[in-house]
C-alpha cells in the first residue's frame, strides 16, 4: 500500500516494478481487442497507487499531484496507458473539496479499497465541447431526487465505472446571467439509477472505452448533489490545474517512451553499412525531442510543486499540458519515422502509443483553448471567445 512517507523516487520505481508485470504484449493485446485492462487497474488499485490523492483518514495515503503525476508518467513510460484510470485522479478534487462529509464517508473509502470505481466524468455534449457553459443536459429537482434528461458524448469508461461525475444545467443557459451559473455537479452511482441510462460505446481511433450516454428521466437523488446547485462549474474549474498537471506528466511519461526507443533503435538498426543514429538527419530529431520533453518535465514539475503548495498555478499548469503534449507529439513523431516501416507495423508498438499520445494534444482540453487562457489570462491579450 502507498503511504504519505514514501518519497518521489521509491514511488518512481515501485510504480515501474508493477509494470513490468504488463510489459508491452499485454498493452498490444488490450489494444488491439479493444478491452479494458482489468488485471492492470486491479494491480494499480491493490498497491494503493490509485488513491494516493485520498486522504488517510478516508483510507487513501494523502499524498499530493506531484506524486500522482509521476505515478500516471512511470505508466505511460512503461508503454502503459494511464488513459484506463486517471480518471479517478483527475475528479477527486470535486469530491475532496466541495463534497460533503457523508459522501466523502460514503465513498472514499470504499474507492480506496477498489470496492467502487470512479472513472467516469460527464461534461462534453454534442453541442458542447470547448464551451462547456453550452451544456444542455438539464436536472430538474423533484422533491428528494432530480430528474435528469440529456445527452453526453464522448464518456469513457461509463461502462467501467460505478460512479460518475456528471455536470448537468439545473437552471438553463437562456435564464442565467452569468452563464457559468446555473449549473451542477452530480456524483451519480450508476448502480442504483433509476430510469433509463443508456451508454453506447463509440468507435475511435484509440482504445478509451469512450462513450454516448443518453439520460431519459433518469432519476437520482438529490443528496447526489456536489456543494451547492448552481455553482458546479466553478467546481470543475477548481479542477482544472490539478487535470493539467495531471495530463503533462502522462505525456512526459510518452515522450521518455518515445525518444528513449526511438535512441535505442537508431543504434540497432543498420543501413548503408553502419547504425542509422550516426546520421546526423536521424540523430538531432531524437536529440531535439528529447531536450522539449525534459524542458516540459521541469515545467510540470514547477507547476505541480506550487499545487501543492496550494499557490496560483494556472499559468504553470497550462504552460506544462501544452509544452509536455507537444513534446510527446514531437517525440512520437520523430519515433514512428526512425522506426521506417516497422512504425507502423503493431508488433512494435510505435504506432499504438502513437495514436495515445496525440490524444493528449485534444482532451481533456484541447491545446486551442490552452494558448486562449494564456493569451488572455497571463498575457491580458483580448478575449477570443
Ligand atoms: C478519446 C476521448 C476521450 C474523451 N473523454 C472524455 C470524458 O471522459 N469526459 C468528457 O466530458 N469529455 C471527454 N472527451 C471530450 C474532450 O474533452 C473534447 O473532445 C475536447 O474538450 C474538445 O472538445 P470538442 O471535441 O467538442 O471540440 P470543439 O469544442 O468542437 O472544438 C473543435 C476545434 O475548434 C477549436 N476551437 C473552438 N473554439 C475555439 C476558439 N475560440 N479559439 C481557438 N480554437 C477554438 C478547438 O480547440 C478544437 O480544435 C474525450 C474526447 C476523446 C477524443
Known amino acids: 500500500m502507498a503511504s504519505a512517507a514514501e518519497d518521489i523516487q521509491a514511488i518512481r520505481e515501485n510504480v515501474r516494478a508493477l509494470c513490468r508485470d504488463f510489459p508491452d504484449a499485454y498493452w498490444r493485446d488490450t489494444d488491439k481487442k479493444e ?8 494491480a494499480l488499485t491493490e498497491s494503493g497507487y490509485l488513491a494516493v490523492l485520498i486522504p488517510e483518514e478516508y483510507g487513501g495515503s494523502g499524498l499530493g499531484i506531484t506524486e500522482a503525476g509521476v505515478i500516471l508518467e ?10 484506463a484510470c486517471h480518471a479517478q485522479m483527475y475528479t477527486m478534487g470535486t469530491l475532496l473539496r466541495h463534497g460533503s462529509d457523508e459522501q466523502k464517508q460514503r465513498y472514499l473509502p470504499a474507492i480506496a479499497r477498489g470496492e ?17 457553459t453550452r451544456i444542455e443536459t438539464r436536472a430538474v429537482r423533484k422533491g428528494d431526487r432530480y430528474i435528469v434528461n440529456g445527452q453526453k458524448i464522448f464518456i469513457s ?20 446571467k452569468d452563464k457559468t451559473e446555473g449549473i451542477s455537479v452530480f456524483i451519480v452511482d450508476m448502480r442504483e439509477v433509476k430510469g433509463s441510462l443508456q451508454i453506447r460505446p463509440l468507435d475511435l481511433m484509440v482504445n478509451h472505452h469512450t462513450n454516448t450516454i443518453f439520460f431519459e428521466d433518469v432519476d437520482i437523488p438529490a443528496t ?16 482544472w490545474n490539478a487535470e493539467r498537471i495531471l495530463v503533462a506528466s502522462e505525456a512526459v511519461g510518452d515522450g521518455r517512451w518515445f525518444v528513449e526507443r526511438a535512441s535505442s533503435y537508431a543504434c540497432e538498426r ?10 546526423q ?6 536529440a531535439k525531442a528529447y531536450a522539449h520533453v525534459q524542458a516540459a518535465d521541469l ?28 513534446a510527446a507529439w514531437e517525440a512520437a513523431d520523430v519515433c514512428l519515422t526512425t522506426y521506417g516501416g516497422y512504425g507502423f507495423a503493431r508488433d512494435y508498438d510505435v504506432e499504438r502509443k502513437f495514436r495515445e499520445t496525440r490524444l493528449l494534444t485534444v482532451a481533456p482540453v484541447n491545446n486551442n483553448l490552452i494558448l486562449a487562457f494564456l493569451g488572455q489570462n497571463v498575457l491580458k491579450m483580448p478575449k477570443s471567445y
Do not use: W
Not at 74 to 83: Q, T, V
Not at 123 to 132: D, F, I, L, Q
Not at 281 to 286: A, S, T
Open 281 to 286: 538527419g536521424v540523430q538531432f530529431p531524437i
Open 35 to 42: 478491452a479494458y485492462p482489468q488485471d492492470f487497474v486491479k
Open 224 to 239: 447526489s448533489l456536489i456543494g451547492e446547485e448552481g455553482k458546479g462549474f466553478r467546481y470543475i474549474i477548481d479542477g
Open 74 to 83: 512511470e505508466i505511460n513510460h512503461s508503454g502503459g496507458n494511464s488513459g
Open 116 to 132: 467502487l470505481r470512479l472513472q467516469a466524468f460527464a461534461v462534453t455534449e454534442p453541442n458542447a465541447g470547448s464551451e462547456t
Open 157 to 176: 469508461r461509463a461502462k467501467q465505472s460505478d460512479l460518475m461525475l456528471l455536470l448537468a444545467r439545473t437552471t438553463p443557459y437562456s435564464d442565467v
Open 299 to 326: 515545467m510540470r514539475f514547477d507547476a505541480a510543486a506550487k499545487f501543492d503548495r496550494k499557490e496560483k498555478c494556472g499559468a504553470e499548469a497550462n504552460l506544462a499540458k501544452l509544452l509536455a503534449s507537444e
Open 270 to 279: 543498420v543501413v548503408f553499412g553502419r547504425p542509422i543514429g550516426a546520421n
